[in-house]
């Protein structure tokens, strides 16, 4: 028998560059809940992240975070609880899962006790899978395919996860997506194989 789709949390993060490992950081999480196939705009989670270091020069010119944004704000050992505690309930759903996978992985290990990571559902495989033909899935390549309307503040945690929220309902509608088994085939991330 068919399970039916649960709840999800679409989130995102923003990052002070590209690759966790090399001590780069998250300096903001943002998610919004999809619950009965609908985004509820009123559940929404949107935090900065005091990254304990500077943020590069090229990361601020994507997504126009600052240091004196960041110096006030909570660290991540504080952040990451809340967020999965607001995602509980849920699977989580990323655009490029991997990568947004790959720092809550890691950044795990900064918290106190141990924290538990949720399934993660990637939007580009299934934005792969839907249209095999098409060339990039970026999730601006994406949302003009689907003919969403794409955020000035784009590169921002909370516009991006809205955007991309916007775009895997519209996938699973064009998908004929019914059941989460049809999902997880599709855009299943295995959390333990990212490490």
């Known amino acids: 028998m068919p399970t039916p ?20 950081r998250i300096i903001e999480i943002a998610g919004v809940r999809i619950e009965n196939g609908t985004m509820d705009e009123t559940k929404t989670f949107v935090e900065l992240v005091n990254p304990e270091r500077d943020i ?49 992985s890691c950044e795990k290990e900064m918290c106190w006790g141990y924290l538990e990571l949720p399934e993660c559902l990637c939007t580009m495989l299934l934005s792969r899978a839907l249209f095999p033909r ?13 003919h969403l309307t ?16 916007q775009a895997l309902i519209k996938m699973i509608e064009l998908g004929e997506i019914e059941s989460m088994e049809d999902l997880q085939a599709i855009c299943g991330v295995n959390v333990k194989t990212l490490r």
């Open 134 to 146: 098409e060339f990039g899935h970026n999730l601006d390549m994406v949302s003009r395919r689907l």
């Open 56 to 104: 590069p020069w090229e990361a601020r010119q994507v997504n126009k975070i600052t240091d004196e944004e960041v110096r006030g704000a909570a660290g991540i050992e504080e952040v990451l609880p809340k967020f999965l505690e607001f995602a509980s309930g849920s699977i989580l759903v990323a655009h490029n899962a991997r990568f947004d996978m790959g720092f809550l």
């Open 150 to 165: 794409i955020p000035a503040a784009r590169h921002r945690a909370l516009p991006d996860v809205l955007l991309t929220a």
């Open 5 to 24: 789709l649960p709840p999800l949390t679409v989130f995102d993060v923003e990052t002070t560059g590209l690759d966790p490992r090399k001590g780069h």
